[in-house]
């Protein structure tokens, strides 16, 4: 069964970049397309964007400009970075497997980890 | 974008009970609609898709309803173990959009 962890620092300062990544375990990371989602506090999930194991990307529109999805294939890996970070950013960041058929529908997601963005 | 309005926010339940959530979007979203459970520090589960498929090993006591723009996830004879955070997903459009959630609560 295809698994999922987010990895990254839990505090990021004003203005800085947010870096995550998602290691894949149980399957490959060819073929599917994989995900960031995030959930502020005491708030709904946004989704943020996938990417194709090929490089190809799909972001939301409200990121756009800061946020860059990009795959390691060779580590089996796939990590996020936003720019320009407020406190707005503070969230849950969850990574999911999705699905190429369903226009990138979340099937397999990882437990989140907690991104704090404070001075 | 596709706004979701779910709801409730919050319920509780007895074991044995019927529990209806609610998911409806601003425009028609045809069958686009998934469901998800989580429960805390755990990932989430994808329990229904395309509105009313049951995702493979999910009980059947769960199920979904809904076409166009109002869905709805059903739990039939609620158990103890379904106490969880419930939301909706739609992927007619992008960019994909989630419900506020439903936590579930099991006296």
């Known amino acids: 069964q295809v698994q999922l962890q987010e990895s990254g620092p839990g505090l990021v300062k004003p203005s800085e970049t947010l870096s995550l990544t998602c290691t894949v375990s149980?399957?490959?990371?060819?073929?599917?397309?994989w995900s960031w989602m995030r959930q502020p506090p005491g708030k709904g999930l946004e989704w943020i964007g996938y990417?194709?194991?090929?490089?190809?990307?799909n972001y939301n529109p409200s990121l756009k400009g800061r946020v860059t999805i990009s795959v390691d294939t060779s580590k089996n890996q796939f990590s996020l970075k936003l720019s320009s970070v407020t406190a707005a950013d503070t969230a849950v960041y969850y990574c999911a497997r999705s699905l190429i058929a369903a226009a990138g529908t979340p099937d397999y997601w990882g437990q989140g980890t907690l991104v704090t963005v404070s001075s | 974008e596709t706004t979701l309005t779910q709801s409730p926010a919050f319920m509780s339940a007895t074991p044995g009970d019927k529990v209806n959530i609610s998911c409806k979007a601003s425009q028609d979203i045809d069958d686009d609609m998934n469901w998800y459970q989580q429960k805390p520090g755990e990932a989430a589960i994808f329990i229904i898709q395309?509105?009313?498929t049951l995702v493979p090993g999910i009980p059947p006591r769960f199920s979904g309803s809904g076409y166009g723009t109002d869905f709805t996830l059903t739990i039939n004879n609620i158990e103890s173990e379904d106490a969880a955070y419930y939301f909706c997903?739609?992927?007619?459009?992008?960019?994909?959009?989630f419900g506020q959630g439903t936590k579930l609560e099991i006296k």
């Open positions: 990417i194709y194991y090929s490089g190809t990307t």
């Open positions: 997903l739609q992927h007619d459009n992008f960019p994909l959009t």
């Open positions: 149980g399957g490959s990371i060819s073929s599917y397309y």
């Open positions: 395309e509105a009313t």
